[in-house]
Every structure is written in C-alpha cells, then in structure tokens.
C-alpha cells in the first residue's frame, strides 16, 4: 500500500491496528472527523438557521408592569458551520450585555456557538501539567447589537462570501449553508451568529421596557431543507406547520420562488390568490399562437378591476364564449371587437330592482324599480344625464339631437323635464275621441290651444273616475270652465296685475269681505280705493242709501295733511300754579303740561281759570299760612305762553292785599288742546 502524506483538505479519521502506539493527536483526529462529518451533514441537507425554539419571552414586572424581565427558551439552532447551538434551560436576559447602550430603544439579540472546559482529571491520573481538564463543554453565548455580523466561508483555500462565482470557481451559494467548506472547529476563530430578534432596552432606568409588535420575533431565520425530490411512501406528502393552528388559513405559510410544474389535478380547498400576475391560458402545446388570453387583477384611477384578455388585436373570431355544450349552442359571447351576442336570447335580468342596463355610464340606462316579490306593480325607467329623443327611420349620428340620414326626429325630453314635439303646430296630444278634434292639446301659429268637447276642470287628490266633473275618491274640484263659458273657482284667487271685472261692459264684483295688501308681499296692510285715479268713492247711489260704517277712527287727509279738521281730538289738562318770588312781594308761577304722543297735529290750544286761593294749595289739607279777614284778592289771571303737538306752556298769577304774602297763593287752570293723530 502506497502512503500518502496528508492536507488540510484531506477528509482523515484514525485507522487503528493491533499493538499501535496511540497519541493525543490520533484521539483528536478522529473526534475531529466526526465533529466535521457531523457538520456536513448539518449543513448538506439543510440550511443554517434556528430549528426550534429560542424565543424572547417577556415577563412583566410585578412592581412596575412599564418594565419587563425577558428570558430565552430552551431550543436549538445550526450555525453556518454546521455546530449545533442548544439551549438546554430556561435562560434569562441579562442586563449586562447591554451596559454599551444608555438611550431607550430597540436591541438585536444573537447567539452563537461556544465552549469551554471542565473536569479535572480524576486523582492518580494527574499528569505534569498540572491537571488539566478534560472535557469540553459546548455552549453558547448571547450577543446584543453586534458590531460585525458578517461571516466567512473558506472554499478551496479562499475565504469568500455569497456571490456569483466567475468561471472556474467555486460558488458559496446565497444561503451561505456550504457542506464542502474547511469548517473550523475552535469557537474564537469562527464566530456565526444568529439572530433571535429584538428587545427594547431602556438604558435611562437600566431594564427591559415590552417591545413593540413583532419585534420579539424580528429577523430571526430558520433552517431549511436542500433537495431536488421529496418523495412520499405513501399516497399523501404532508407539508405542514410544525405546530398546528387553528386556523391554517389565519397567515401565510409557505413560498415557492420560481416556475411550478403539476403533473396531475390540482384541488385548491380554499380560495386561490393570484398576486400581481395573470392566469394565462395556452393551448395543449403551451403556445398561444400569438393571441394571449389571461385574467389579471389591477388598479385603475385609484379603483380595482378584474381584466380579462382577449388577444392584442379587436378581432371578432377571438372571443369568450359560455355554452352549455358545442359552439353550436353558445349562449353568450364577448368578443374583442367590443361587441356582446346572445345567440340564442333573450336577455334575462333577475327580480332585484336596480339600473339593470348601463349604456356608457350609470347616466345612461335602463333599470326597474319594484316592491316586495309576489306583487305586479312596478317601475320601468330610462335614465339620461340631459335628454331623451325618439326617431322615425334613418341610421345612426353621433351628433346631438340627429336623427341620421333619412330620419325625423318626432320627440325630445329635455333635462328641464320639457317635451318637445318640434316646429310643426298640429294637435300634439290626442287624448280622447277622434284624430280631427276631441279631446287634447296642440299649437296653432302664436297660440298654444286646449280642446274640450265640454268642460274643462282641474283636480286636486282623488283618482280617475268616469263621471262628469267628478273629482274621484278623496278628490276635490279646484276650478271649472264650463260649456257655457263661466268660470267657477273653489277657493281662493289671486293675481299680481289688475282684476278688471266686466270689462268693456258693466259688471259687479260681488265680496264679503274686501281686505288690503301690502306692497311686494301678501301680508295684510291698508285697503286703498279708487288709488291715484281722482275718482270718488260712492258708497250707495241715488235713490238707494247706504251708511258708511266705521269701526275706528275717521282719518281725512289730503296731500298727507290734515284737510278736514272736524274730525278732531280734545286733550284737557289740569294744573295748580303757584306765584313765583320776586323781592318781598309775589310774581307769576310758570306751569308746563304734555299731552306727547297723543298729537299728529294740535289746530289750538288754551288756559281756562278754574279758581285761585290765597295762602294754600287748592288739592291740599295743609295750609301754608292761616287764614285772615285782613287778606282780600286784588287780581287772578292765567294765560297762553305757546303750544306744540308735544305740549303747552304759560303763566298764572293771584294777587292780594298784603304783597308780602303772595308767594303762597294759588291759581287752579284747565289747558284745553284740539287736534287730529292719525294713527
């Protein structure tokens, strides 16, 4: 057997023989293939990433539920080199790894592969390097907010990582998951972390704070499976949550990226969503023949639309068709040139009442509006955003309002709700008897007529019955030209011009009550006879008398002035004027009376003495001197000084024997005013 010397890209293990001298380096040989074997095998199938568990679980503070303690779960995961990371217990987050950080905000929390020694040797089995250990522990180790996550793969000598390997070299494939790598064994010379998600830490206060939605869970990646066949023994292949859910639908699950082949049915148990793309479909070869045909979904303006395709071009021979059997039977085609068929007919609409027809638009159309089912009565109508017109003969014209060539145009309905029947005048609406005449409506040139074989009458509320004049039901009989001409109406009449009754001959309008208007408005104000004509108002003739009676006051004006002053008013006043002072010996009192507010005009005014007393208010008990036969009255007068529609003035004065006394006597007067108030 040939000896070959051995590389570092050589896969060795130890091979033994009888009464071979063993070494340390042996024992590591071989716990080294297996370590690496191991890894391989991680990584060949699979991809890197957590296999189950190591989840952030938050647990609220009892003290403060603003603040929380998070721990890591027990679970599993395989770094990129292919070393299994287990968390065996329940292991809290400690506070320490985040002393870097002193602002409140969220943290990444890794975890990679480590391990450390254990065991001393057992006693007599010491050797001269003073005891050393002799076990390996695995384990891990947490790392919060990484300064470099990048990882290395060292292929064929070179360390790279995922990108597209020119020609002639290895490719790391982007999942960074690489079997045939130089997978290094000692944990400070190959660091592969692995993200667990985020936490939020609040380093003012020193503690966890709850992180925000989903954040727990952020980031984190899970192994993966690496195969070109997954067969089944059976006659199911089950892919599946590894933790059921209630809901299976409830969120997504799976993702396949790339082309997907079925050879067999497919049977979808709940909907199909088709996201961002067409379903197309071919013909038996796969091909379209240049004519696609597929259905979409999209966005339009801001709204949604389902589209389907029918070929590039508006070819009639492309279409969609519904049948229940052959060609022969189709039932309903749509094809690309925009037109609509139905074969066989009729077009159906179901028993909701709605706009059943769109021509263009929802302006344009036909719909029904209907009660309960089970009912016969309903709506039919035509809607058009302005007008509606009806054609005799001719084809098709875009313009407004054309009837084509070779039509006439016999009806418009305009969007005011007006119809317009042309310029021909002729008895538009025949409503009873014969064409030459009976019953309806027409125009002749400048006249707008109404034919009636009778009466004419006009109804309010009722219903149609076939009786002469008859209103019908609760009806009632508004007005009424008869076939003798007169003109009854049933209730009030109003007019914003002149009422001329009789004209051109004498006639009388016979009224209870007559009432006043006032201008612009039907609120009541003044009756006005006869106005601005200079005509008199007669009540009663010769030779028949009538009393005027009023129930009021007379107002006579003319020119807006009074011109009748026998139609007054009489206003009296009384006073008791005291003399005034003047030095030792008495002098005249003043009086002031009013009478505001019952005047438009005061003709006159004046003072009528009613008495006089020396010494003491006339109106009082209390004298202001005694009494003497010693006082005689030399002289009593009162006069006019002026007077206006508010008031009068003037002055008064009693005289006596023994001046020193007169600043106590008393004139007692009457003020008289004659006028008119209007109103």
Not at 263 to 278: C, D, L, M, P, S
Not at 305 to 314: M, P, T
Not at 397 to 420: C, F, I, N
Not at 643 to 651: D, I, L, S, V
């Amino acid at each position: 057997m040939t000896t070959l010397p051995v590389t570092a890209l050589d896969i060795a293990r130890t091979r033994y023989s009888e009464n071979q001298f063993l070494t340390t380096g042996d024992f590591q040989v071989e716990q080294d293939y297996h370590r690496r074997t191991q890894a391989r095998h991680e990584l060949g199938g699979h991809t890197w990433g957590i296999v189950v568990g190591l989840d952030l679980v938050e647990t609220p503070d009892a003290a403060d539920p603003t603040l929380v303690d998070v721990h890591l779960t027990p679970g599993m995961a395989v770094d990129g080199y292919g070393r299994q990371i287990v968390v065996l217990a329940r292991t809290p987050i400690d506070a320490a790894l985040f002393d870097a950080f002193v602002d409140d905000a969220h943290r990444s929390v890794w975890i990679e592969f480590d391990e450390t020694t254990a065991r001393p040797p057992e006693d007599g089995w010491a050797d001269c390097l003073d005891g050393q250990r002799t076990r390996t522990v695995e384990t891990f180790r947490l790392v919060v907010d990484p300064v470099d996550e990048t990882t290395e793969v060292s292929v064929e000598g070179g360390t790279t990582a995922p990108r597209p390997a020119p020609s002639g070299v290895t490719e790391v494939p982007a999942d960074t998951s690489v079997p045939y790598q130089e997978v290094p064994l000692e944990p400070p010379l190959a660091r592969w972390l692995v993200r667990l998600g985020d936490v939020r830490w609040d380093g003012t206060v020193r503690r966890l704070r709850p992180a925000a939605a989903g954040r727990l869970e952020h980031a984190r990646r899970y192994v993966g499976s690496i195969a070109a066949e997954v067969l089944s023994p059976d006659h199911t292949l089950r892919v599946a949550r590894r933790t059921p859910e209630a809901d299976p639908d409830a969120t997504d699950f799976a993702r396949l990226e790339g082309r997907l082949r079925v050879q067999g049915r497919v049977n979808a148990e709940r909907e199909v969503w088709i996201e961002g793309h067409a379903l197309r479909f071919t013909l038996a070869a796969g091909a379209d023949d240049g004519v696609p045909m597929t259905l979409v979904r999209d966005s339009v303006g801001g709204g949604h639309r389902l589209r389907l395709q029918l070929g590039e071009d508006a070819e009639p021979t492309t279409r969609l068709s519904i049948s229940a059997g052959d060609d022969t039977t189709t039932s309903v085609e749509v094809r690309a040139d925009g037109r609509v068929r139905l074969p066989v007919g009729p077009l159906e609409i179901g028993p909701a009442g709605l706009q059943e027809v769109e021509l263009a638009s929802p302006a344009y159309g036909l719909g029904t509006q209907r009660p309960a089912s089970g009912t016969a009565s309903g709506t039919l109508y035509f809607r058009s955003p302005q007008r509606f017109a009806w054609y005799t003969g001719g084809k098709h014209d875009a313009a407004e309002l054309a009837p084509g060539t070779g039509g006439t145009r016999r009806l418009v309905l305009d969007e005011e709700g007006s119809l317009d029947f042309g310029s021909t005048t002729h008895q538009m609406l025949k409503l009873w008897g014969s064409s030459s005449g009976g019953y309806g409506i027409g125009v002749q040139p400048y006249t707008l007529y109404f034919r009636t074989g009778h009466d004419m009458a006009w109804f309010q509320g009722g219903s149609h019955v076939d009786t002469r004049g008859g209103p019908g039901g609760s009806g009632r009989l508004m007005m009424k030209l008869d076939e003798d001409n007169t003109f009854h109406v049933y209730g009030a009449a109003t007019t914003q011009a002149n009422l001329t009754v009789g004209s051109g001959a004498n006639g009388a309008l016979v009224a209870r009550h007559v009432n006043g208007k006032q201008v612009g408005n039907d609120g009541v104000d003044h009756l006005y006879l006869n106005y601005a004509t200079g005509r008199n108002v007669v009540v009663g003739v010769s030779g028949t008398p009538s009393a005027l009676e009023v129930f009021g006051a007379l107002q006579v004006r003319q020119g807006g002035l009074a011109s009748v002053q026998s139609v007054i008013k009489v206003v009296t006043r009384d006073a008791v004027v005291r003399n005034g002072s003047s030095g030792t010996a008495g002098a005249p009192g003043a009086w002031n009376v009013s009478w505001a507010g019952e005047f438009d005009d005061v003709y006159a005014a004046f003072v009528v003495m009613r008495g006089f007393s020396l010494g003491f208010d006339l109106f009082l008990s209390s004298p202001f001197h005694v009494e003497s036969t010693e006082a005689i009255p030399q002289h009593v007068w009162a006069q006019m000084g002026g007077f206006n529609a508010n008031g009068a003035f003037g002055t008064a004065f009693c005289s006596e024997s023994h001046a020193e006394y007169e600043q106590d006597n008393h004139t007692a007067i009457t003020v008289v005013a004659i006028g008119r108030k209007y109103t």
